[in-house]
């Protein structure tokens, strides 16, 4: 016999057949609750962004209606010049350079112990080769933790303060790790570098879409963050492979901690640039000009507090992680990708130390095409960007649709990382002079880079007012396998040889190499079937609506009259 509830909703009715078993139960409850939340969320988000840009919201019953009549919103004016998407280029321009320095503090510090391991090693008495890989775990262990909290926090309070708080925090843990006594407190202090560094990583591609409000400005500034978060990684093996014989290793985190001072300053002049923000600081100044307690900004109306924040904002990357396939896919390309780069801190070492007798310093330029590399994909970028804007003013078909404007540089990309890796490891002899396989990092620096670009964009564009949370998800995720795959390096290449090694994570790649086409194939299909996509298209079709019947309403008016 079966058993069915009704409830007021018919989105609740259910039925609870025989077959069905607590587990199925207690599953389907789940779905449901995640569902539900998934709906508020993007609601809720949403209603500020629209209340931020003065679009009328559908119209509502009274006995639903949440704004008492004297309540009156602020919200953007067109052209109000205290709009981020209205600053100066030249503003803008200054905002994108913040935004790379940090990026670029944040990703050298990643690699920073990378050729002074061995000397940091000797110093605390550290003979395991898996504990010697911890100094760098342990930071991109932090960047796993990080993100899960800056991105939908500078969804909440702002970007600048959360930037500015975190970097501060990095920078006095630089100089705590040049200070470090023994090897745990070195590993402690690594861990919160780690997680205050993150907040770059996480925060810099909202901040690129609070200011640029057209994709394709948005998508070359992406493309500038993208490049600068390559640039920092290859550029620290040299440092720590020159200074840490000479100097000590100690002298490796203190040209970090320089580099980190010079950027303190010039971070400090970063401005607020989340729109509710800084729509909530134009209501309380309004409200003491005027005394009136009833003018608010749309994001002070949200529901706040602890519950809100862990039920809500704080779940919202891992909710997208799972139950967004679009997210789901772009994370786990993005992680294989990110694992096998910061491999190479470890394969490189085997390759150019062990087969060609480099020292620590010179095998740490053997990194410095793959930066090449990067400067190619920008270049790529740039050329494909200006060809796309060609091709929409012509009203091209295929520009009409979301994922052709963006992943066909992941098609190029993905090959170029696949054909990479299968150099290194196949002219990684010594008969062959070394500058061969040190070459194989200009199609490695221009596949990553290029796989980046167009995935992340590809979020950003189809996520929206989310993007940093879709980002945080991203980040958290590929995160995890940079701290984790770098300790399968030394077996692996040590056992399968370094020809075997390599190819392995080639095939893995071009297994990867799937999602950017799958994306071309299905991608529209797969935003349909997103909650977060789904519930932003219902509004702005509600919103057009409700604009379009505010229009008519106001036209028959000035009929009448």
């Not at 500015?164 to 745990?184: D, H, K, Y």
């Not at 789904?534 to 019947?549: G, I």
Request: proline share 7%; aromatic share 12%; hydrophobic share 45%.
């Amino acid at each position: 016999m079966s058993v069915s509830r009704n409830q007021q909703s018919g989105d609740d009715l259910f039925q609870i057949g025989p077959l069905e078993t607590d587990k199925t139960i207690s599953n389907n409850r789940l779905a449901r609750a995640i569902s539900q939340t998934d709906k508020k969320d993007a609601n809720d988000r949403y209603r500020v962004e629209a209340e931020d840009n003065n679009i009328p919201a559908p119209l509502e019953s009274s006995s639903s209606s949440v704004e008492p009549p004297a309540r009156k919103l602020v919200s953007w004016k067109d052209g109000d010049p205290e709009n981020p998407y209205n600053w100066s280029t030249r503003r803008k321009a200054w905002i994108v350079f913040i935004g790379m320095l940090v990026v670029i503090n944040s990703t050298m510090g990643s690699s920073l112990p990378s050729n002074a391991i061995p000397f940091i090693s000797e110093d605390f008495n550290v003979t395991s080769s898996y504990s010697q890989i911890l100094p760098i775990s342990m930071y991109l262990i932090g960047y796993v933790v990080g993100p899960i909290f800056f991105g939908p926090l500078s969804e909440t309070y702002g970007r600048r303060w959360i930037m500015t708080g975190t970097f501060v925090i990095f920078t006095l843990f630089t100089m705590a790790s040049a200070l470090a006594p023994n090897w745990s407190s070195l590993l402690i202090f690594r861990l919160i570098c780690g997680i205050s560094a993150s907040s770059p990583n996480t925060i810099v591609g909202g901040i690129y879409a609070d200011i640029y409000g057209d994709p394709v400005t948005r998508g070359r500034a992406m493309a500038v963050f993208i490049g600068g978060t390559c640039v920092g990684p290859l550029v620290s093996p040299a440092i720590s492979g020159f200074i840490s014989p000479v100097k000590g290793w100690q002298w490796a985190f203190w040209i970090g901690l320089m580099v980190a001072g010079v950027t303190l300053p010039i971070l400090f002049t970063l401005p607020e640039t989340y729109g509710p923000i800084l729509l909530a600081r134009r209501a309380r100044k309004i409200r003491a000009e005027t005394s009136n307690p009833n003018i608010h900004a749309p994001i002070e109306l949200e529901k706040k507090g602890w519950k809100q924040m862990a039920t809500v904002t704080l779940t919202r990357p891992i909710r997208m992680f799972f139950f967004e396939l679009i997210v789901l896919a772009t994370c786990l390309y993005l992680s294989l990708a990110y694992g096998i780069f910061y491999m190479y801190f470890e394969a490189y070492p085997i390759v150019f130390k062990e087969i060609y007798g480099q020292s620590p310093g010179i095998s740490g330029l053997m990194f410095l095409p793959i930066g090449g590399g990067t400067v190619g994909a920008i270049v790529i970028f740039l050329l494909y960007d200006s060809f796309l804007r060609k091709e929409q003013g012509r009203n091209a078909p295929w520009t009409q649709k979301e994922e052709s404007r963006r992943l066909p540089l992941a098609c190029i990309g993905g090959p170029l990382y696949v054909v990479a890796l299968f150099w290194l490891g196949w002219t990684s002899k010594p008969e062959i002079p070394f500058y061969v396989p040190m070459l194989a990092g200009l199609p490695f620096g221009m596949g990553f880079v290029l796989i980046f670009m167009a995935l992340l964009n590809y979020l950003t564009d189809a996520y929206e007012i989310f993007a940093a949370s879709a980002m945080g998800a991203a980040s958290c995720a590929r995160s995890i396998a940079g701290a984790v795959l770098p300790f399968s390096a030394d077996p692996m290449y040590r056992n399968l040889g370094v020809p075997w090694a390599s190819s392995l994570l080639a095939f893995l790649s071009l297994g990867m190499c799937i999602v950017p086409f799958g994306f071309l194939w299905k991608g529209d299909k797969l935003r349909e079937r997103s909650r977060f996509c789904r519930y932003l298209k219902e509004k702005k079709v509600d919103d057009e609506r409700a604009l379009e019947a505010q229009r008519t309403r106001e036209g028959n008016r000035e009929e009448k009259a």
